[in-house]
Protein backbone atom coordinates (compact mmCIF):
# COMPACT_ATOMS: atom_id res chain seq x y z
CA UNK A 1 0.00 0.00 0.00
CA UNK A 2 1.41 3.48 -0.85
CA UNK A 3 2.73 5.86 1.98
CA UNK A 4 0.80 8.89 2.76
CA UNK A 5 2.11 12.24 0.82
CA UNK A 6 3.68 14.49 3.09
CA UNK A 7 5.06 16.86 0.72
CA UNK A 8 3.97 18.35 -2.52
CA UNK A 9 5.21 16.79 -5.90
CA UNK A 10 7.18 13.62 -4.15
CA UNK A 11 6.65 11.07 -6.89
CA UNK A 12 4.93 7.86 -4.92
CA UNK A 13 4.53 4.47 -5.94
CA UNK A 14 2.44 1.56 -5.13
CA UNK A 15 3.90 -1.80 -3.77
CA UNK A 16 5.09 -3.84 -6.61
CA UNK A 17 4.67 -1.05 -9.67
CA UNK A 18 7.79 0.92 -10.65
CA UNK A 19 7.10 4.84 -10.89
CA UNK A 20 8.61 4.53 -14.27
CA UNK A 21 7.64 3.07 -17.40
CA UNK A 22 9.96 3.78 -20.98
CA UNK A 23 8.25 3.49 -24.05
CA UNK A 24 9.57 4.25 -27.76
CA UNK A 25 12.89 6.06 -26.03
CA UNK A 26 10.87 8.13 -23.65
CA UNK A 27 10.63 7.67 -19.93
CA UNK A 28 7.12 8.27 -18.10
CA UNK A 29 6.60 8.80 -14.20
CA UNK A 30 3.18 7.15 -13.11
CA UNK A 31 2.67 8.92 -9.66
CA UNK A 32 -0.34 7.27 -7.47
CA UNK A 33 -2.39 10.02 -5.57
CA UNK A 34 -3.68 8.52 -2.41
CA UNK A 35 -7.24 9.94 -1.42
CA UNK A 36 -9.65 9.15 1.20
CA UNK A 37 -11.99 6.44 0.96
CA UNK A 38 -14.34 7.99 -1.46
CA UNK A 39 -18.20 7.40 -1.46
CA UNK A 40 -21.51 7.66 -3.43
CA UNK A 41 -22.51 11.57 -3.80
CA UNK A 42 -19.36 13.46 -4.11
CA UNK A 43 -17.93 15.77 -5.96
CA UNK A 44 -15.32 14.87 -8.64
CA UNK A 45 -13.80 18.38 -9.13
CA UNK A 46 -13.27 18.75 -5.22
CA UNK A 47 -11.51 15.63 -4.75
CA UNK A 48 -8.61 16.26 -7.69
CA UNK A 49 -8.89 20.09 -5.81
CA UNK A 50 -7.85 18.31 -2.69
CA UNK A 51 -5.73 15.74 -3.46
CA UNK A 52 -4.19 15.99 -7.47
CA UNK A 53 -3.34 19.72 -7.18
CA UNK A 54 -0.68 19.85 -5.02
CA UNK A 55 1.44 17.20 -6.90
CA UNK A 56 0.54 18.40 -10.41
CA UNK A 57 2.88 19.66 -12.46
CA UNK A 58 2.92 21.64 -15.93
CA UNK A 59 2.01 18.85 -18.88
CA UNK A 60 0.61 16.51 -16.32
CA UNK A 61 -2.01 14.11 -17.85
CA UNK A 62 -4.76 12.85 -15.17
CA UNK A 63 -5.43 9.36 -15.53
CA UNK A 64 -8.87 8.60 -13.20
CA UNK A 65 -10.76 5.56 -12.09
CA UNK A 66 -14.29 4.86 -13.76
CA UNK A 67 -15.09 4.00 -10.15
CA UNK A 68 -15.08 7.34 -8.28
CA UNK A 69 -16.51 9.32 -10.80
CA UNK A 70 -19.19 7.26 -11.48
CA UNK A 71 -19.46 7.74 -6.96
CA UNK A 72 -19.35 10.96 -7.15
CA UNK A 73 -21.70 11.09 -10.96
CA UNK A 74 -24.51 8.75 -8.95
CA UNK A 75 -24.15 6.09 -11.55
CA UNK A 76 -25.18 3.02 -9.04
CA UNK A 77 -27.34 0.44 -8.73
CA UNK A 78 -28.37 -0.64 -5.47
CA UNK A 79 -28.73 -4.41 -4.28
CA UNK A 80 -32.17 -3.62 -3.20
CA UNK A 81 -33.22 -2.66 -6.23
CA UNK A 82 -32.88 -5.89 -7.78
CA UNK A 83 -34.48 -8.67 -7.89
CA UNK A 84 -32.55 -11.29 -8.89
CA UNK A 85 -34.57 -13.83 -12.03
CA UNK A 86 -34.27 -17.50 -12.89
CA UNK A 87 -32.47 -16.16 -15.47
CA UNK A 88 -29.51 -14.37 -13.77
CA UNK A 89 -28.85 -17.42 -11.50
CA UNK A 90 -28.87 -19.56 -14.54
CA UNK A 91 -26.48 -17.64 -16.71
CA UNK A 92 -24.11 -16.94 -13.88
CA UNK A 93 -23.60 -20.23 -13.05
CA UNK A 94 -22.12 -20.91 -16.85
CA UNK A 95 -20.08 -17.58 -16.89
CA UNK A 96 -16.34 -18.12 -17.23
CA UNK A 97 -14.35 -16.38 -13.59
CA UNK A 98 -12.19 -13.86 -13.54
CA UNK A 99 -9.07 -13.94 -11.81
CA UNK A 100 -9.12 -10.38 -11.00
CA UNK A 101 -12.18 -10.46 -8.91
CA UNK A 102 -15.77 -11.96 -9.14
CA UNK A 103 -17.77 -10.73 -12.65
CA UNK A 104 -20.49 -12.02 -14.41
CA UNK A 105 -20.67 -15.51 -12.01
CA UNK A 106 -21.68 -13.27 -9.67
CA UNK A 107 -25.40 -13.48 -9.75
CA UNK A 108 -26.15 -9.61 -8.72
CA UNK A 109 -23.66 -8.60 -11.49
CA UNK A 110 -25.30 -11.07 -13.88
CA UNK A 111 -28.80 -9.14 -12.69
CA UNK A 112 -27.61 -5.69 -13.09
CA UNK A 113 -26.09 -6.51 -16.67
CA UNK A 114 -30.28 -8.31 -17.16
CA UNK A 115 -31.41 -5.11 -15.82
CA UNK A 116 -29.10 -2.89 -18.29
CA UNK A 117 -29.44 -4.28 -21.98
CA UNK A 118 -32.42 -6.38 -21.47
CA UNK A 119 -33.27 -10.20 -21.15
CA UNK A 120 -33.61 -11.40 -24.46
CA UNK A 121 -29.59 -9.72 -25.02
CA UNK A 122 -28.03 -11.11 -22.38
CA UNK A 123 -29.28 -14.31 -23.49
CA UNK A 124 -28.33 -14.00 -26.72
CA UNK A 125 -24.85 -12.92 -25.79
CA UNK A 126 -24.76 -15.49 -23.27
CA UNK A 127 -25.20 -17.89 -26.02
CA UNK A 128 -22.95 -16.66 -28.76
CA UNK A 129 -20.07 -16.36 -26.08
CA UNK A 130 -19.86 -19.78 -25.38
CA UNK A 131 -20.20 -21.12 -28.42
CA UNK A 132 -17.51 -18.58 -29.35
CA UNK A 133 -15.05 -19.87 -26.40
CA UNK A 134 -15.58 -23.31 -28.22
CA UNK A 135 -13.72 -21.77 -31.33
CA UNK A 136 -11.37 -19.96 -29.78
CA UNK A 137 -13.45 -16.40 -29.88
CA UNK A 138 -12.60 -14.71 -26.18
CA UNK A 139 -15.22 -11.62 -25.40
CA UNK A 140 -18.02 -11.97 -27.46
CA UNK A 141 -20.23 -11.74 -24.50
CA UNK A 142 -19.57 -8.45 -23.61
CA UNK A 143 -18.75 -7.62 -27.38
CA UNK A 144 -22.82 -8.06 -27.94
CA UNK A 145 -23.79 -7.57 -24.31
CA UNK A 146 -22.75 -3.65 -25.02
CA UNK A 147 -24.14 -0.27 -22.86
CA UNK A 148 -21.31 -0.64 -19.98
CA UNK A 149 -22.29 -4.47 -18.98
CA UNK A 150 -18.56 -4.85 -18.98
CA UNK A 151 -17.57 -1.85 -16.36
CA UNK A 152 -20.60 -3.18 -13.98
CA UNK A 153 -17.98 -3.70 -10.91
CA UNK A 154 -18.89 -3.86 -7.43
CA UNK A 155 -21.43 -6.63 -5.41
CA UNK A 156 -18.42 -8.15 -3.88
CA UNK A 157 -15.99 -7.56 -0.59
CA UNK A 158 -12.52 -8.03 -2.82
CA UNK A 159 -11.37 -5.00 -1.00
CA UNK A 160 -13.96 -2.65 0.73
CA UNK A 161 -16.70 -3.91 2.27
CA UNK A 162 -18.87 -0.63 0.75
CA UNK A 163 -19.18 -2.31 -2.18
CA UNK A 164 -21.24 -5.15 -0.78
CA UNK A 165 -24.56 -4.04 -1.75
CA UNK A 166 -23.68 -1.67 -4.88
CA UNK A 167 -23.24 -2.07 -8.10
CA UNK A 168 -20.78 0.38 -9.81
CA UNK A 169 -21.61 1.35 -13.57
CA UNK A 170 -20.04 3.02 -16.14
CA UNK A 171 -19.95 6.60 -15.65
CA UNK A 172 -22.36 8.39 -17.67
CA UNK A 173 -20.46 10.99 -20.10
CA UNK A 174 -16.88 11.02 -19.04
CA UNK A 175 -15.23 12.69 -21.92
CA UNK A 176 -17.58 15.55 -20.66
CA UNK A 177 -16.36 15.14 -17.25
CA UNK A 178 -13.07 15.06 -18.33
CA UNK A 179 -13.70 18.46 -20.28
CA UNK A 180 -15.01 19.82 -17.18
CA UNK A 181 -11.42 19.07 -15.36
CA UNK A 182 -9.75 20.51 -17.83
CA UNK A 183 -12.07 23.62 -18.08
CA UNK A 184 -12.06 24.64 -14.63
CA UNK A 185 -8.94 23.19 -13.49
CA UNK A 186 -6.59 23.17 -15.99
CA UNK A 187 -5.65 19.31 -15.89
CA UNK A 188 -5.71 16.98 -19.26
CA UNK A 189 -8.07 13.82 -18.20
CA UNK A 190 -9.02 10.62 -18.95
CA UNK A 191 -11.62 8.16 -17.02
CA UNK A 192 -9.97 4.41 -17.49
CA UNK A 193 -11.76 1.06 -16.53
CA UNK A 194 -8.36 -0.46 -15.40
CA UNK A 195 -7.70 -4.28 -14.00
CA UNK A 196 -4.57 -6.57 -13.38
CA UNK A 197 -5.79 -7.61 -17.09
CA UNK A 198 -6.63 -5.33 -18.91
CA UNK A 199 -7.34 -1.58 -19.59
CA UNK A 200 -10.59 0.41 -21.74
CA UNK A 201 -10.08 3.98 -21.84
CA UNK A 202 -13.98 5.69 -21.46
CA UNK A 203 -13.10 8.89 -22.21
CA UNK A 204 -11.00 11.87 -22.68
CA UNK A 205 -10.79 15.64 -22.64
CA UNK A 206 -9.89 17.33 -26.62
CA UNK A 207 -6.57 18.08 -27.46
CA UNK A 208 -4.86 15.35 -25.05
CA UNK A 209 -1.37 15.09 -26.00
CA UNK A 210 -1.11 11.58 -25.96
CA UNK A 211 -2.92 8.94 -27.74
CA UNK A 212 -5.23 6.47 -26.75
CA UNK A 213 -2.99 3.38 -27.56
CA UNK A 214 0.24 5.43 -25.63
CA UNK A 215 -1.75 6.02 -22.55
CA UNK A 216 -2.87 2.21 -22.61
CA UNK A 217 0.63 1.38 -22.93
CA UNK A 218 2.01 3.46 -20.59
CA UNK A 219 -0.62 2.37 -17.66
CA UNK A 220 -0.70 -1.22 -19.16
CA UNK A 221 0.03 -3.13 -15.67
CA UNK A 222 -2.47 -0.96 -13.66
CA UNK A 223 -0.12 0.63 -11.47
CA UNK A 224 -3.03 2.85 -9.37
CA UNK A 225 -3.26 -1.29 -8.25
CA UNK A 226 -6.15 -3.54 -7.42
CA UNK A 227 -7.24 -3.46 -3.88
CA UNK A 228 -6.97 -1.08 -1.08
CA UNK A 229 -4.38 0.90 -2.35
CA UNK A 230 -6.81 4.09 -2.55
CA UNK A 231 -5.09 5.45 -5.39
CA UNK A 232 -7.90 6.71 -7.92
CA UNK A 233 -5.94 8.78 -9.24
CA UNK A 234 -2.82 8.45 -11.72
CA UNK A 235 -0.15 11.70 -12.66
CA UNK A 236 1.80 10.53 -15.74
CA UNK A 237 4.78 13.17 -15.92
CA UNK A 238 6.62 12.19 -18.89
CA UNK A 239 10.49 12.61 -16.99
Not at 44 to 55: E, G, K, S, T, W
Not at 192 to 203: F, Q, T
Amino acid sequence: MSTILKQPNIPITNEGKSLEKHIEGKCFQRIPVKTHFVKLGENYLDLIRQYVLPMYQEGDILIGSEKVLALCQGDVILINELKVTPLAKLLSRFATRNPAGPAMDNVYKMQAAIKIAGPLRITLAAIMGALGKLVGKKGLFYYLAGNGVRNIDGFCLVAFDYYRDKGILAPSNPGEACEKVRTNLGIDCVIVDANDLEIEILGNNKDIPLTNDMIKEIIKDNPAGQGAELTPFILVRQA
